[in-house]
C-alpha cells in the first residue's frame, strides 16, 4: 500500500474516533452530563447507554478502533500515532461548527502547527 493510501485511511479512522466523540458530547449535553446526582450510579449508566446519540458514539468508535487496529497490525507506529494527531483539526472544527465554541487565534496556531508536524512526519 502506497504512503498516499495509509495517510488516507489514518485521517478517515481518526475522523470516525473524532466522530464518535463528538456523538458522546452531543449526548452527554442531552442527558445533563455524566453523572446526575439525583439518580444513582446505575441509574446514571443506563441513562448513558440508552441514549442514541452516546450509543452510537460507541458503534463508531468501535468501527474506527477495528480500522486503527488493522493500520498497526501493517504500519509503523511511529507513522500511525502522528498521522492521528489531525483529530485536533476535526475536534477544532467540531467545536466551532457543531458546539458553537470560540476558537483563539492561539489554538488554531498550535492546531496548524501539529499540521506541519504531521506533514514532516509523513514525508520522511
Do not use: D
Not at 463528538?22 to 444513582?40: C, D, H, P, R
Not at 500511525?80 to 494527531?85: A, D, L, M, N, T
Not at 461548527?97 to 499540521?115: A, D, N
Request: charged share 10%; hydrophobic share 60%; with cysteine.
Amino acid at each position: 500500500m502506497n504512503m498516499f493510501k495509509v495517510v488516507l485511511l489514518s485521517f478517515f479512522t481518526t475522523f470516525l474516533v473524532t466522530s464518535g466523540q463528538v456523538l458522546w458530547k452531543i449526548g452527554l449535553e442531552k442527558i445533563g452530563g455524566f453523572y446526575i446526582a439525583e439518580k444513582s450510579i446505575l441509574e446514571n449508566f443506563v441513562t448513558i447507554i440508552s441514549n442514541g446519540w452516546i450509543f452510537s458514539g460507541f458503534v463508531v468508535y468501535a468501527i474506527a478502533t477495528g480500522f486503527f487496529m488493522w493500520l498497526l497490525s501493517k504500519f509503523e507506529i511511529s507513522l500511525v500515532i502522528p498521522i492521528s494527531s489531525v483529530a485536533f483539526i476535526y475536534s477544532l472544527m467540531a467545536g466551532y461548527w457543531i458546539f458553537h465554541e470560540t476558537i483563539s487565534p492561539l489554538r488554531i496556531v498550535g492546531v496548524l502547527c501539529i499540521v506541519f508536524g504531521v506533514f514532516l512526519v509523513v514525508r520522511n
